[in-house]
């Protein structure tokens, strides 16, 4: 029905208003699921079998922070939905000093113009999410490939540091990885 195709708005706290449907929350959703969540309504009260379509027109740009063991740390302006590895390749990858664990933190909410929700409790914390990257790289569980919002920061700790001393060829600060022994250690350090 041509009286139900629409243009909406995302509002600043991430809700739609829709015909038949009223105020729908589709913060965090995707367009798909937008599609679900819609047809899923209208089934449940209008019609029979309902087809929905969602065309995202636009999106508004997103600055996502990138900070620790990458080769190119900085803030990104990105659009459109954007995930973990998108802004890890933006990037420019992991440096070799790269530990083991991605965190991604997520601040409290933001209005559209970028400042906190006023009617929003102060003590509202960040979240954090986490993920090890042999599990997000190397066996590729897109589970952990988080999708993005606008203020979160990715964040990847360089490893830890094992520093060798004495009558070695080569002493000083070696990185750690998760197989490190004594006596890999010393080979490292040129035995």
Do not use: C, W
Request: aromatic content about 4%; charged content about 25%; glycine content about 10%.
């Amino acid at each position: 029905d041509e009286k139900l195709n629409k243009t909406v708005r995302v509002s600043s706290q991430g809700n739609v208003s829709l015909p038949l449907i009223g105020i729908l929350r589709v913060k965090g959703l995707t367009g798909s699921e937008m599609e679900k969540e819609i047809r899923d309504l209208l089934a449940e009260k209008y019609l029979q079998d309902p087809h929905v379509m969602i065309f995202i027109k636009e999106y508004h740009n997103q600055r996502i922070s990138v900070m620790g063991a990458v080769t190119k740390p900085g803030v990104y302006d990105v659009t459109g939905e954007k995930t973990v590895l998108d802004l890890l390749s933006l990037a420019g990858g992991l440096r070799d000093d790269a530990g083991k664990m991605l965190f991604l933190i997520r601040p409290p909410s933001l209005d559209g113009e970028g400042s906190r929700k006023s009617k929003e409790p102060e003590t509202q914390a960040a979240k954090t999410f986490t993920a090890e990257l042999e599990e997000l790289l190397i066996k590729g569980d897109l589970n952990l490939n988080y999708p993005l919002q606008h203020g979160d920061v990715i964040n990847i700790p360089p490893a830890g540091k094992v520093f060798v001393g004495g009558l070695v060829q080569r002493p000083g600060g070696f990185t750690l990885d998760k197989e490190m022994t004594l006596s890999k250690v010393i080979a490292v350090a040129g035995g």
